[in-house]
Structures are given as structure tokens and as C-alpha cells.
Nanobody, 125 residues
Framework: VQLQASGGGLVQAGGSLRLSCVAS????????KGWYRQAPGKEREFVAA????????HLADSIKGRFTISRDNTKNTVYLQMNNLKPEDTAVYFC???????????????????WGQGTQVTVSS
């Protein structure tokens, strides 16, 4: 499976960005998807996940109320809508897909599979 993330950029604090990740190579709709991020000098951390049916989502506490994850199975794309961005959201954002099908959003962290190349998000204060 191949994952292509896009949509990053430079934005002022309080602004918004929408990240997209297009997947190819296997049946998109059968697999949970997610986003992680990695800031300079820090470990990669979980941001959000969406279950294979799109009915369940799981969000990190740090972004609840500001970020939303969604998917469009007709476009093989998963999105991360980021609102009210803060300087501490600055990181490279990576999309990922589950390593096995038919799992929920809450289970993605235990079954992380392939990674995309990442897209840089920079939030200025």
C-alpha cells in the first residue's frame, strides 16, 4: 500500500489547515486509517484514527475539539481538518493505515501498518 499526504503549510496561530492522504494498493475501505505527528527532537505521537467503516474515531486529548478526522472511501482519501492551530501543533504529520482489516479506530495504534511520507505543518505565534 502507498500513502501520499498533502495539505501542510505555514499558518498563523488560530488558523486552519486540512490534510489529505490518498491511499492506493489495496481495498481502502476495509482498513482503519490514522494520523501521527513528529515534532523536532520528539518521538512520533498519535493524533487521530478512524475505523474502517468510518463510524468510529479516536482522538488524542491534545487535539480534541480542534481536529476532526474523516474519510471518503470513494476517493480513497482520509482527511485531518485542523482548526484553531497552536504553535505546539508544529510537526511533520504522517498518515498511516492499519496492518489488518476490519479494526476500529481505537485499535489502530496496536496495528499500525504502512506510513506515508509526511507533510510539514508549521504554526507561527
Amino acid at each position: 500500500v502507498q500513502l501520499q499526504a498533502s495539505g501542510g503549510g505555514l499558518v498563523q496561530a488560530g488558523g486552519s489547515l486540512r490534510l489529505s492522504c490518498v491511499a492506493s494498493g489495496r481495498t481502502f475501505e476495509n482498513y482503519a486509517k490514522g494520523w501521527y505527528r513528529q515534532a523536532p527532537g520528539k518521538e512520533r505521537e498519535f493524533v487521530a484514527a478512524i475505523g474502517w467503516r468510518g463510524q468510529s474515531t479516536h482522538l488524542a486529548d491534545s487535539i480534541k475539539g480542534r481536529f476532526t478526522i474523516s474519510r471518503d472511501n470513494t476517493k480513497n482519501t482520509v482527511y485531518l481538518q485542523m482548526n484553531n492551530l497552536k504553535p505546539e501543533d508544529t510537526a511533520v504529520y504522517f498518515c498511516t493505515t492499519a496492518s489488518k482489516p476490519y479494526i476500529s479506530a481505537q485499535s489502530l495504534m496496536r496495528f499500525v501498518g504502512s506510513w506515508g511520507q509526511g507533510t510539514q505543518v508549521t504554526v507561527s505565534s
